[in-house]
């Protein structure tokens, strides 16, 4: 049996990941600092990543690592980014592991809208700056001693998740019969489903002795303009709701005192700009209907938040996207 160990195992990717491992046979250790999660078939081993000492605890069986951590959205600076991965790596160093991590397309600038593996990053924000250097610390430990393979993602989301754009931007005011979208409807965006997200990691898990020492997929997940979205959306809901625009004015407003918001509000661009990833490899790696149907998986994430009596009512019709 291969042994995986998931750094951020209560975190939303880290979830995900873990039972993709699971159904696939593996052993699974989740490394946290609580288990929050709590997850069936998952060891857990209590640890702060802080401390190298505890993560070589917790990865000592693993034949792959998995680094889902993620700091608060407006804790990324002053160094803090960089210098959690740095001790994820001073754990690794020279152990002859897969340590495979979850990268963004925050890399990338705002009017490239292809993203290949081969893509130039030109760093649009200072968030993409960070995750760049990153990569680099990344690649630099792949020459010494640690495989590294990187699956870069879109915006994800899945049944259950908090704080993604499904619960905190469209749906937020579900309540009050209404949807939220985010830029111009006529607008592409790419998504990524956690659920298959999850078994595109074990797929390239299984593979991991035919790739490089430094690897970069990019998953291509599906790419919806708003108005498909808005209809996958409505697909899910018992009743009709109302298509209302996020009142971004109001937004900016609560920013300044919102550290969060503010944050979130600088990544604007993802949203005006369509950018699609795209990986004839990793295409061909996953094979033909990958993926879960993109109305299935809306539908799936929508009902998740809805209440009991919203739940038992049959979806009114399947988006497809």
């Given at each position: 049996?291969?042994?995986?160990?998931?750094?951020?195992?209560?975190?939303?990717?880290?979830?995900?990941?873990?039972?993709?491992?699971?159904?696939?046979?593996?052993?699974?250790?989740?490394?946290?600092?609580?288990?929050?999660?709590?997850?069936?078939?998952?060891?857990?081993?209590?640890g702060d990543?802080?401390?190298?000492?505890?993560?070589?605890?917790?990865?000592?069986?693993?034949?792959?690592?998995?680094?889902?951590?993620?700091?608060?959205?407006?804790?990324?600076?002053?160094?803090?980014?960089?210098?959690?991965?740095?001790?994820?790596?001073?754990?690794?160093?020279?152990?002859?592991?897969?340590?495979?991590?979850?990268?963004?397309?925050?890399?990338?600038?705002e009017k490239?809208?292809?993203?290949?593996?081969?893509?130039?990053?030109?760093?649009?924000?200072?968030?993409?700056?960070?995750?760049?250097?990153?990569?680099?610390?990344?690649?630099?430990?792949?020459?010494?001693?640690?495989?590294?393979?990187?699956?870069?993602?879109?915006?994800?989301?899945?049944?259950?998740?908090?704080?993604?754009?499904?619960?905190?931007?469209?749906?937020?005011?579900?309540?009050?019969?209404?949807?939220?979208?985010?830029?111009?409807?006529?607008?592409?965006?790419?998504?990524?489903?956690?659920?298959?997200?999850?078994?595109?990691?074990?797929?390239?898990?299984?593979?991991?002795?035919?790739?490089?020492?430094?690897?970069?997929?990019?998953?291509?997940?599906?790419?919806a303009t708003?108005?498909?979205?808005?209809?996958?959306?409505?697909?899910?809901?018992?009743?009709?709701?109302?298509?209302?625009?996020?009142?971004?004015?109001?937004?900016?407003?609560?920013?300044?005192?919102?550290?969060?918001?503010?944050?979130?509000?600088?990544?604007?661009?993802?949203?005006?700009?369509?950018?699609?990833?795209?990986?004839?490899?990793?295409?061909?790696?996953?094979?033909?209907?990958?993926?879960?149907?993109?109305?299935?998986?809306?539908?799936?994430?929508?009902?998740?938040?809805?209440?009991?009596?919203?739940?038992?009512?049959?979806?009114?019709?399947?988006?497809?996207?």
């Open positions: 049996m291969q042994t995986v160990t998931i750094l951020g195992i209560n975190g939303r990717i880290g979830q995900e990941v873990a039972k993709a491992f699971v159904a696939s046979k593996w052993r699974v250790i989740g490394m946290g600092r609580g288990n929050r999660a709590n997850l069936k078939g998952v060891e857990f081993v209590e990543v802080s401390f190298p000492e505890q993560t070589r605890v917790a990865i000592a069986d693993a034949d792959v690592v998995v680094n889902a951590l993620n700091l608060p959205y407006d804790k990324w600076d002053k160094g803090r980014a960089e210098a959690q991965l740095a001790k994820v790596l001073e754990a690794l160093k020279g152990s002859n592991k897969t340590l495979m991590f979850p990268g963004n397309i925050y890399n990338y600038a490239q809208h292809i993203l290949r593996p081969d893509t130039p990053q030109n760093p649009h924000r200072d968030k993409g700056e960070i995750r760049k250097r990153m990569e680099n610390q990344l690649r630099i430990a792949s020459e010494q001693g640690l495989q590294v393979i990187i699956l870069r993602l879109a915006d994800f989301y899945a049944p259950h998740a908090v704080e993604t754009n499904f619960d905190l931007a469209i749906l937020s005011r579900l309540k009050s019969g209404v949807i939220q979208h985010i830029g111009d409807l006529s607008t592409g965006h790419s998504w990524a489903y956690l659920p298959d997200v999850g078994r595109a990691f074990v797929k390239i898990a299984d593979v991991r002795s035919e790739l490089p020492t430094f690897k970069n997929f990019h998953y291509a997940g599906h790419f708003g108005h498909q979205t808005m209809a996958a959306v409505q697909a899910a809901l018992p009743t009709q709701a109302k298509v209302k625009p996020i009142p971004l004015g109001l937004m900016k407003l609560i920013g300044l005192f919102v550290p969060i918001l503010r944050e979130v509000l600088k990544m604007q661009y993802l949203w005006d700009q369509p950018h699609r990833l795209e990986d004839n490899e990793l295409d061909v790696l996953l094979g033909a209907d990958f993926k879960t149907p993109y109305g299935e998986a809306v539908a799936a994430t929508v009902r998740s938040y809805l209440p009991e009596e919203g739940k038992m009512a049959a979806p009114r019709q399947v988006a497809r996207a």
